[in-house]
C-alpha cells in the first residue's frame, strides 16, 4: 500500500472506525506480521491526539508451541490473571480498541493437535473475557481491521508469496476500503448512514423469522420480539459513533438462539479454532446443531461444539448482498473481516447484547439467555450467502415479504 493510501488507512480506522478523541488512550492488538502497519497507525494516533497507545502482540505460532511442546496437558487451561484486571482497566477508562486479523500466521497450525490447541484456544477467550464482552455490549469504541501482507497475499491469489503480489492484494483492497475516495472518512460516514437506515427499515417490519433458500439451504431463523438490527455507524453506551469493522456491508442481528431449524450450506472457506474448514454444512433442531459436515477434519467442529453448550447455537445472523464491494471484487480473503462481508452470514456461539433492547444492561449468562441471546466462550460466523441465495421475512403480525432474491437486496431495503 503506497504511502497515501496508507495515511488514508490509518486515518479512516483512528477517526471513524473508533473515532478516537484527543486525550483517549488506545490499544491494538495484531500479530507479528503486523508491525510496520502498528507502527503507522500509532503515528497517526499520536498525530490525532492520543494520549497513550499500547501494542499487544497476538502469536498464533507461539500459541502452537505452547499445545504441543507444554509438558503437561492440565498446564494448557491456565491462564494468569494480569490481562483480565488489564482489560478491566481499559474498559473502565474508556479506552479505545483495535483489534487486527492476523492472515501472515494463517498456516500455523497445518498438522497442528486440534485436541491441545482447542485448549490453548479457549484459555486464551477466558483471558480476553473481559475485552469481549465490553466489545459485545458496546462498552468501548472499536474496530476490526487486516493489514496487507506477502503470506496474506499469496492466500488470496495462490501464488508464491512476493512483493508485487502484496502490492497487488494492497490494490484490491483501495476500493474496498473506499481509499480511492475524494474523502474516504466521509464516504465512510455516508456508507455507514445508509446501513443505518437499512437496519431501521428491518427493524420496524419486525420481523420474527428470516426464511434462507438455495443450494443446500433450507433455513428458518427466529428473532426476538425486542430484537432489532444494526449496522454501519454503532453508538457506545456513552453515545459515541463508532464502525466496528472496516471493511463493514452488513446489517446483522441476535435471533432467538433456541428457535432455529433446518439445513444449511455454508459457502465460503471458514476458520475455525485457528484451522480453514471448507465445505461446510450444519443441521439445526430447536436452535441446536444436530449434524455437521466439513473438510479437511470434521473433528475440529467436533471439538468446537465441545467447547461450552452455546457453541451449538446461533448468536448473529447478517445481511449481505451481492452489491458489497467484497463480494464485486470476486476474491475469497481468506479471512473471516472480509469474507462475510461477501455474503450473509451466521454466527455459531455468543450471542450480541446490543441488538436487543435491554440487553447490554444484562450482566449474568442466565439473563441474557432467557431473553433469548445465546451465550458461549466463542463467536464465529460462517458465510451462508451467495448470488443463489433468496431470503423472505415474516412477521409477527403473519406478513411476509422477500428482502433478498438471487443474491440482492429487493428495492426498499
Request: aromatic share 10%; with cysteine.
Amino acid at each position: 500500500m503506497n504511502d497515501n493510501y496508507l495515511k488514508k488507512y490509518c486515518e479512516l480506522v483512528l477517526r471513524t472506525g473508533v473515532n478516537l478523541f484527543e486525550g483517549q488512550c488506545l490499544l491494538i492488538s495484531g500479530g507479528i506480521g503486523n508491525f510496520d502497519f502498528v507502527k503507522s497507525l500509532t503515528e497517526t494516533a499520536y498525530e490525532l491526539g492520543a494520549k497513550y497507545v499500547e501494542y499487544v502482540v497476538q502469536s498464533i505460532a507461539m500459541n502452537r508451541l505452547r499445545a504441543e511442546k507444554s509438558l503437561s496437558k492440565k498446564f494448557l487451561d491456565y491462564f494468569p490473571s494480569y490481562p483480565q484486571i488489564r482489560n478491566y482497566e481499559f474498559v473502565s477508562d474508556d479506552w479505545a480498541y483495535i483489534g487486527m486479523d492476523n492472515p501472515e500466521e494463517g498456516d500455523a497450525l497445518k498438522g497442528v493437535d486440534t485436541s491441545r490447541f482447542g485448549r490453548v484456544a479457549i484459555s486464551d477467550q477466558m483471558r480476553n473475557m473481559a475485552m469481549s464482552n465490553a466489545v459485545m455490549k458496546s462498552k468501548i469504541a472499536w474496530c476490526r481491521i487486516a493489514a496487507p501482507g506477502p503470506v496474506w497475499a499469496s492466500k488470496v491469489f495462490k501464488e508464491p508469496p512476493s512483493d508485487s503480489l502484496t502490492s497487488k492484494l494492497s490494490d484490491s483492497l483501495v476500493k474496498i476500503l473506499r481509499l480511492d475516495k475524494k474523502d474516504p472518512v466521509e464516504s465512510w460516514k455516508l456508507h455507514g448512514k445508509r446501513l443505518i437506515d437499512r437496519s431501521r427499515k428491518l427493524s420496524e417490519f419486525g420481523i420474527e423469522k428470516l426464511y434462507f433458500t438455495g443450494p443446500g439451504t433450507d433455513l428458518e431463523i427466529f428473532l426476538n420480539k425486542n430484537s432489532y438490527w444494526r449496522g454501519g455507524l454503532v453508538k457506545t453506551q456513552s453515545g459515541r459513533q463508532f464502525i466496528p469493522n472496516i471493511p463493514t456491508e452488513e446489517v446483522f442481528t441476535t435471533p432467538d438462539f433456541r428457535r432455529t431449524r433446518g439445513k444449511v450450506r455454508v459457502t465460503k472457506p471458514v476458520k475455525v479454532l485457528e484451522n480453514l474448514l471448507e465445505d461446510i454444512s450444519f443441521e439445526f433442531k430447536d436452535g441446536k446443531v444436530v449434524d455437521f459436515d466439513s473438510k479437511p477434519d470434521r473433528k475440529i467442529l467436533e471439538k468446537y461444539f465441545a467447547t461450552d453448550e452455546g457453541a451449538s447455537y446461533l448468536g448473529e445472523v447478517a445481511l449481505v448482498d451481492k452489491h458489497s464491494e467484497v463480494y464485486k471484487s470476486g476474491l475469497i480473503f481468506n479471512s473471516i473481516l472480509y469474507d462475510e462481508n461477501a455474503a450473509c452470514h451466521i454466527a455459531l456461539g455468543r450471542g450480541i447484547p446490543m441488538c436487543i433492547s435491554g440487553g447490554e444492561s444484562l450482566n449474568t449468562t442466565d439473563a441474557l439467555k432467557e431473553i433469548g441471546c445465546n451465550y458461549s466462550l466463542l463467536h464465529t460466523d460462517f458465510m451462508i450467502g451467495s448470488d443463489e441465495i433468496n431470503v423472505t421475512a415474516v412477521n409477527f403480525e403473519g406478513k411476509s415479504i422477500d428482502i433478498i432474491r438471487n443474491g440482492e437486496f429487493i428495492s426498499g431495503f
